[in-house]
């Protein structure tokens, strides 16, 4: 720009002194304007970055999934966007001094589950002989976010095992975060819930509350016996609908024989 206004005064025929000062007071000027656009566009680029930190830091501490860890310990992790946890919670005395021991929060997902059964192992909650359960419950609103969870935390459950030389079965499900606000109404893991309703589903009079402090493998040995009564049931049932058809259709025979 300075170029161009040296150029256009050279063709002018002025004082030296009135075209001098003039053409200083021009270039004095033009790098003013630039400044002043300089200063508004950095603003401008400030505030965006200001805001995208803003919003950068607020994500860390937003939970968007949730995985819960029931063996007699029941533990529950909250994870944000960036798979870390923001949050641990125990539901019963020995889920909170697990807690309490281990620093979980800030910790990666998966390290943080790793955490967790290691520590269940060292305390002796996992039978020697891998007739424990371990149930993982994934939280999650998306689907592809609650499936990739669930694997992470599967994973990282069985190298756990592994690396503290213990067998344990390990079952997996999953459910939408409002299943999370439900259960903490009632002071339980989401895992857990699922499974006592799926209890009540089988024996609707069951005491519901006898379950509420027990391990996962003696819940789980409970509806699979009820399972096995429902399914022992409806074969029996079946049976006798065969016989009662059998029997009418030799009814039906020995009528048409009839005269």
């Known amino acids: 720009m300075n170029t161009e206004i040296q150029k256009a005064f050279a063709a002018v025929r002025a004082d030296e002194t009135l075209v001098t000062a003039t053409r200083q007071r021009l270039l004095s000027g033009a790098p003013a304007r630039l400044r002043r656009r300089l200063v508004l566009r950095s603003s401008v680029l400030v505030l965006l970055a200001v805001c995208l930190l803003a919003a950068s830091l607020a994500s860390v501490h937003v939970p968007v999934a949730a995985v819960s860890i029931d063996i007699n310990?029941?533990?529950?992790?909250?994870?944000?966007?960036?798979?870390?946890?923001?949050?641990?919670?125990?539901?019963?005395?020995?889920?909170?001094a697990i807690?309490?021991?281990?620093?979980?929060?800030?910790?990666?997902?998966?390290?943080?589950?790793?955490?967790?059964?290691a520590m269940?192992?060292?305390?002796?909650?996992?039978?020697?002989?891998?007739?424990?359960?371990?149930?993982?419950?994934?939280?999650?609103d998306l689907v592809p976010a609650r499936s990739q969870l669930a694997k992470t935390a599967e994973k990282a459950a069985q190298k756990a095992l592994d690396e503290a030389g213990q067998a344990a079965?390990?079952?997996?499900?999953?459910?939408?975060?409002?299943?999370?606000?439900?259960?903490?109404?009632?002071?339980?893991?989401?895992?857990?819930?699922?499974?006592?309703?799926?209890?009540?589903?089988?024996?609707?009079?069951?005491?519901t509350d006898d379950y509420l402090e027990t391990d996962i493998a003696s819940l789980m040995q409970r509806i699979n016996q009820l399972k096995q009564q429902e399914r022992e049931a409806q074969k029996e049932t079946r049976a006798v609908g065969n016989e009662n058809r059998r029997n009418e259709k030799g009814n039906q025979g020995k009528g048409g024989n009839k005269p």
């Open 99 to 117: 807690v309490a021991a281990l620093e979980l929060e800030d910790r990666p997902v998966h390290a943080a589950v790793g955490a967790v059964i």
């Open 73 to 96: 310990p029941g533990i529950e992790l909250d994870v944000n966007l960036y798979n870390r946890v923001v949050a641990a919670r125990g539901f019963n005395p020995a889920g909170q």
């Open 169 to 207: 079965g390990i079952v997996s499900e999953h459910t939408v975060l409002a299943r999370v606000a439900q259960a903490r109404e009632l002071g339980i893991s989401p895992g857990r819930m699922n499974l006592i309703e799926k209890l009540q589903e089988l024996d609707p009079e069951s005491d």
């Open 120 to 140: 269940a192992a060292r305390q002796g909650y996992l039978d020697t002989d891998g007739s424990s359960l371990i149930a993982l419950t994934t939280s999650a």
